[in-house]
Each structure stands twice: as structure tokens, then as C-alpha cells.
């Protein structure tokens, strides 16, 4: 049965409806041709539709794998593990790892006011009022265990299925940088960093933007290009596809008309106007 309420994936109807069609009749050549976007959450969105299609891309990301998606969500439960913020947890909660509903969030928010901010308490109050099934129960089981961090983050990995929730190349790629870049991290010498769970994330924030925790790319020769709008300035294509979202941005104009005028130098009169149609 399909749900008709169900807006339709932005990112999928410009792909399948701008990109597939052109693509298939010999309309233009990859190699010569890019996506533009205003932002690289946009291009990622693209990016993935793009592979699920089969089509050779290159999406070159500025942002540090610490940002990606299939990562962030981890580095807010491991923060939640040694400072006890509590916003943390909740963001982990909110994750594609988790997705719990609103109404369970607000449960939780609950319990750690019942608790008074006091960690070990809110922790067997979410333990007494989710069953055992229960992704709560199953991130706080992963949390009691004790063991060290590179068995504690392989374990969350595996309990939440993330390579299932990512399995697109990139995030696949970004997902052995992370694991590898821990590994290196405990293996090599830091000077000036504790080995533990505090160290490591203190190490990963004085290294954010260094440039090998940049993203990783996936490149291929003579692949569509996805680049911002910005990064383009200067360059020439032979074919330019631009996304732009205007849902995001449409305010209270939406399916309403809006009435534009110019006036003229000494603003007595109307020199021109024209009607606008936001749908």
C-alpha cells in the first residue's frame, strides 16, 4: 500500500527526472558536465541517488569525516560516554543509528529530570522503563561492558548495523578512514594525549581540520562532476545541471502569488512589474 502523504525525495526526482532521461539518450558527456548545488549536504544527497543508479561521479568534500553521517552520530554517544551531556545522548537517540519517536525522546528527556542530572541514576531509570529490545537498552548494555575503545566503537558498529544503514561506497570509505584513524591513534605515538577515550577525542578535535581527516572522495575518470555553486566560480562545463531547493525556503509564499514592482528613480510612479507563482 503506498502512502500518498509521503513527499517525494528531492534529490531522486532530479536525478531520475533531470539527470537518468538526458543520460540515457547520449544528451551530454559526463566528463564535461558538473551538478551544481548551493551546499555539500545537498551534493550528498545527490551523490547517493547518483550511485544507487550506477552513475560515475566525483563529489570532492572540504568537510572532516568527522561531520560525515555515518560517523557523527557515534562521536555524539562516545562524548555522551565522558561528559555525561545528556544532549548528546539524545542526538545519538535522534540518529539514523536510532531514529527513536518524538515520543519516546520526551520519555527519556523525562527520566533524566526524575534523575536529577545524576548519571548512573538516569542510566538504571532508562534501564527499569525500556525492554530489553529496545535500542535504549541495547546502547546502554554496549555501555556497560568495559572495553576498551576500539572494541566499544567496533561493537557499536556492528550492534546498530551502520555498514547496512550506509552501504553506499563513500560511506563505506569514510567509515576505514574513522576506524583506521582510531587504530593509529592508540598503535602510534601522540605525544601529549592521553591513551583512553578522553584522549582520543580530544586528539580528533585538535584535528579536525588537518588534512587528512578530510572526507573521502570517490573519483572516477571521465565521471559527472558535483561541486557548490560556489567552488564552480570560473570554471566552464559543457553541461550544467543546477539543484536548487526552493521548498526549504519558501516561507509563507508558498502556492500564493506575490506581486513584484520597480519604481521609477524619483519612486512617483511604477516602471514595471511582474507576478510571481511559488508552487
Known sequence: ISDDSTPPDPYR?????SI?????RGEFNPSGSVILARNNSHLEGIASILEEHGIDFYLESSFSF??????KPLIHLLRYITEGDILHLLRFLRSDYVL???????RVIALYRESEGQKSIFEDL??????????????????GQGRDVRALIASILSEF???????????????????????????????GYQRNLQGLLTYLTDNEKNEDFRQANIENTGSLQLMTIHKSKGLQFGHIFLYYDISSGGGNYSNNLEY??????RFREIDDHSVSYNY
Open 161 to 191: 548495523n551502520v555498514t547496512t544503514l550506509f552501504p553506499e561506497e563513500h560511506n563505506i570509505k569514510n567509515l576505514h578512514l574513522f576506524v583506521e584513524t582510531v587504530s593509529s591513534f592508540f598503535t602510534e605515538q601522540n605525544t
Open 13 to 17: 526526482t532530479f536525478v531520475e527526472e
Open 66 to 71: 568527522l561531520q560525515h553521517q555515518a560517523i
Open 100 to 106: 527513536i519517536p518524538p515520543a519516546e525522546l520526551k
Open 260 to 265: 513584484l514592482y520597480k519604481f521609477d528613480p
Open 126 to 143: 532508562l534501564g527499569d522503563n525500556f525492554p530489553a529490545d529496545h535500542p535504549v537498552s541495547k546502547t546502554l548494555h554496549i555501555l
Open 20 to 24: 537518468i532521461p538526458l543520460r540515457a
